[in-house]
């Protein structure tokens, strides 16, 4: 009995010994499928490091409300924290520099260069890297495969328009090809997105930016609204067009309008981007009508350039944690290929292009190389403290520009004005 009593005592010491020995780290992350399936994952990093990792995530604004208040120069709750790329301005003076991140003992340090150089700036700014851009959130095109590969339809716009039917590869292919299934009643021609201010933003850049015009940029040590007017007004008046040839209640679509409209209504349509987190549910047989039937590409390139608008993540440590060492580690074993490999197996979408571009995926996946090829054309919203009032402004007047509700001309005209007020009370 004293033999069991001893052994018993000293298993419970040892516990007691790991216990106090184990890191625990806290993490704060957006809630979608990309976090979701990294969480499956946690046992296999617990196991080789002695980190317990306790992940809370929230729906996007959520983050944001939550960092502001959890997170602060001198305290946090989170070790770690996943910060949308349009608030890493705004919560920069409280976050870690990259180069002071420690080594790590299990996982090599991350290699910026793994990561798209156009979507590693989302992690920085003022010319410092703050995080690891982790999701390859982007925009991606998506174009009705059964519908350009019809040898009916094929005839007729090649009879009526002299090019074959095909991926449109500029907008001027994409407002013809849009407009022939539109006008023939075969299926919506585009699928506009004007829901939430963040969203219709994107949608003005993305226009802008494929016009040849930046919105705002930082030049001279201070931020200016560099808009051409006439490129602008040329960038909305052709989402005017693309906007004739939407489906019905096209003024209010957002991400579950536009889904239904491209993936349960039996006519559908024909192109439009999307966000590659929504990409499975679109490849869904039990959800979608159009599963296995579409063809992914980069975005169509606009008269004076192409741009796949932004929406990542940056993974960033508070400079308050107590914990840096171990949520370093954490980061560069969710950055690590072997991870980003198993996450793209699991239908998400990592910022690693050595994983997207991995011909051992391509097969079952048609979409990754479309994001590395949006990759290479990545286009970031400006980003500032106050872009979320200017993204109001914008959302206002472009919806109002787009629909007729206003002149093009006076309605990027207001944006200019009033973005210019926010600016200049800003102190900028």
């Known amino acids: 009995m004293k033999l069991k009593k001893t052994v018993l005592l000293g298993v419970l010491l040892a516990a007691a010994a790991f216990a106090s020995a184990q890191k625990v780290i806290n993490v704060l ?18 196991k080789a490091t002695n980190i317990k990792v306790n992940i809370e995530m929230l729906q996007p604004p959520q983050v944001l409300t939550k960092t502001a208040v959890a997170v602060t120069a001198t305290s946090t709750d989170y070790d770690v924290v996943g910060i949308d790329e349009g608030n890493v301005p705004v919560f920069a003076s409280l976050l870690l520099p990259f180069d ?26 003022n010319n410092v890297q703050l995080g690891i851009p982790i999701n390859g959130n982007l925009y991606v095109w998506m174009t009705r495969k059964d519908l350009i590969e019809n040898p009916t339809y094929r005839a007729q716009f090649k009879a009526k328009f002299g090019y074959d039917l095909g991926i449109p590869k ?14 023939n009643g075969i299926a919506a021609g585009f699928g506009p997105f004007n829901g939430g201010p963040a969203g219709v933003l994107s949608e ?35 989402y005017k067009k ?7 209640g096209a003024e209010t679509m957002a991400h579950v309008e536009r889904q239904a409209a491209f993936a349960a209504d039996p006519k559908g ?86 994983s997207l571009t991995n011909p051992a995926y391509v097969a079952t996946k048609p979409w990754l190389p479309a994001l590395a090829a949006s990759m290479n054309v990545a286009a ?3 980003r500032f403290k106050e872009i979320g009032q200017v993204q109001d402004v914008v959302k206002k007047y472009w919806i109002m520009g787009i629909t007729g509700q206003m002149p093009t001309k006076d309605a990027v005209q207001a944006i200019v004005r009033e973005t210019n007020d926010i600016l200049k009370k800003a102190g900028y």
């Open 29 to 46: 992350l957006w809630d979608d499928p990309y976090p979701k399936a990294l969480m499956a994952m946690l046992p296999e990093f617990e």
């Open 100 to 125: 002071k991140w420690p080594e790590g003992k299990v996982y090599p340090k991350t290699d910026p260069k793994s990561v798209t150089p156009k979507m590693l700036n989302i992690g920085t700014w």
């Open 170 to 183: 500029t907008f001027k292919e994409l407002l013809e090809m849009g407009t022939f299934f539109h006008e």
């Open 204 to 238: 003005a850049v993305f226009m802008w930016e494929s016009h040849g015009t930046k919105f705002i940029d930082y030049t001279g040590g201070t931020f200016k609204v560099v808009l051409d007017e006439a490129k602008a007004i040329e960038g909305m008046e052709f």
């Open 242 to 248: 693309l906007m004739a040839i939407s489906p019905k």
């Open 269 to 354: 349509v024909f192109s439009m981007f999307i966000w590659p987190a929504q990409i499975a549910a679109y490849e869904d047989p039990n959800k979608s009508l159009v599963a296995g039937k579409i063809a992914y590409s980069a975005p169509p390139a606009g008269p004076r350039g192409q741009a796949a608008i932004t929406g990542a993540w940056a993974i960033c440590i508070p400079k308050a944690s107590k914990n840096a060492a171990a949520a370093a580690e954490f980061i560069y074993w969710w950055s690590s290929k072997a991870v980003a490999d198993k996450l793209i197996q699991a239908n998400t979408i990592p910022a690693r292009t050595e």
């Open 380 to 382: 970031s919203r400006p």
